[in-house]
């Protein structure tokens, strides 16, 4: 019982800790609609950094990593597997706040493969908002990703896949529902 309310109260913290966040954001006028920026391209971890100092004052960086850092203080070279689940739920209560609140995001997908971006980008158009693709342009991409360390290259393909996972989550959270082929087949119909 007494490690169900130290959860329940380490979890009320993570929920604060994001209204806070978005609160500081903000929030676009309700003759707008808020943008989705979608980040795309070789994306390494410095790259992360320059992207949310560029979009910050505007939107919310909505990144799993950088909840991590939030969380743990810690740089990202200390990010492990066994960290995903805290950092997801802040950047999961982070979507979910921006939403409510008309906030526009920013999400770094990487190199996500073009069916997940294309599912991606439909979710965020059901849910409201302009979407805008960002693209960094790199002549020289393989050598940018041979160039990673083995971490770094594990860090890059995990904050791809986990940050995509952040919008299926959001959509679950507002509609009630998860995102199947049907509700895709249906949200395409209906461009």
């Avoid at 604060?16 to 808020?34: D, G, Q, R, Y």
């Avoid at 294309?118 to 002549?139: F, H, P, Q, R, S």
Wanted: hydrophobic fraction near 45%; proline fraction near 2%; include cysteine.
């Amino acid at each position: 019982m007494a490690e169900e309310n130290d959860n329940q109260a380490y979890y009320d913290h993570i929920r604060h800790l994001a209204e806070t966040i978005v609160e500081n954001i903000p929030a676009v006028p309700a003759s707008e609609k808020p943008k989705f920026v979608v980040i795309m391209g070789a994306v390494t971890l410095e790259d992360v950094q320059d992207i949310k100092e560029k979009f910050s004052a505007d939107a919310l960086f909505l990144h799993v990593l950088d909840a991590f850092t939030i969380l743990t203080e810690k740089t990202l070279d200390k990010f492990t597997q066994e960290d995903i689940s805290n950092s997801m739920f802040l950047a999961s209560s982070l979507a979910i706040e921006a939403f409510h609140e008309r906030r526009s995001i920013v999400l770094d997908i990487g190199l996500l493969e073009a069916e997940k971006v294309e599912k991606l980008l439909l979710i965020m158009k059901a849910l409201g908002y302009e979407t805008v693709m960002n693209v960094i342009a790199d002549d020289e991409i393989q050598q940018t990703i041979t160039a990673m360390s083995e971490e770094e290259q594990w860090l890059s393909c995990a904050k791809d896949e986990l940050n995509s996972d952040l919008i299926l989550y959001l959509f679950e959270d507002v509609t009630g529902s998860p995102f199947t082929d049907e509700t895709q087949q249906m949200l395409s119909m209906g461009r």
